[in-house]
């Protein structure tokens, strides 16, 4: 009986990690204003000079592999990409979430899809 006990205070213990858990590893939301858990100052103003500058590869440095942004933004089109964030900074949201859709970074839309979808022009010679 002590077995049974314990096995089901570790199942409801391991339960309640997991669900308390959930919500600090949710991805990306769409507020490019939020500031995700590896955000600091110092980061903030690499990030920053990276847009300014048009400056991939510093980009590309900071981002170290996260996210589905690091396999659809590349040296190609990371001056778009740069150009949203400025207009972010200018509070101009909605166009700068033109370009993301554009770069198929799009959020989902009512219907639950990806806006742009996933692969969106792979394989595509544009």
């Known amino acids: 009986m002590k077995k049974i006990t314990s ?4 199942l409801v213990l391991s339960l309640g990690i997991i669900g ?7 991805a990306y939301r ?3 204003t939020a500031k995700g858990s590896d955000y600091s100052i110092e980061r903030h103003e690499v990030m920053t000079k990276a847009f300014e500058n048009k400056d991939y590869d510093a980009w590309k440095n900071l981002m170290q592999g996260r996210g589905r942004v ?3 933004v590349n040296k190609d089109n ?3 990409f740069a150009e949203a964030h400025q207009l972010v900074r200018q509070g101009k ?4 979430q033109e370009i993301r859709q554009e770069l198929g970074l ?8 990806i ?9 595509s010679n544009r």
């Open 7 to 10: 096995g089901l205070g570790i």
């Open 20 to 26: 308390a858990s959930t919500g600090t590893v949710l």
């Open 30 to 32: 769409g507020d490019p």
């Open 70 to 72: 690091i396999q659809v």
């Open 78 to 80: 990371f001056a778009k």
């Open 93 to 96: 949201t909605a166009e700068a």
């Open 106 to 113: 799009g959020l989902r839309n009512s219907s639950g899809k």
């Open 115 to 123: 806006a742009g979808g996933m692969g969106q022009n792979r394989g």
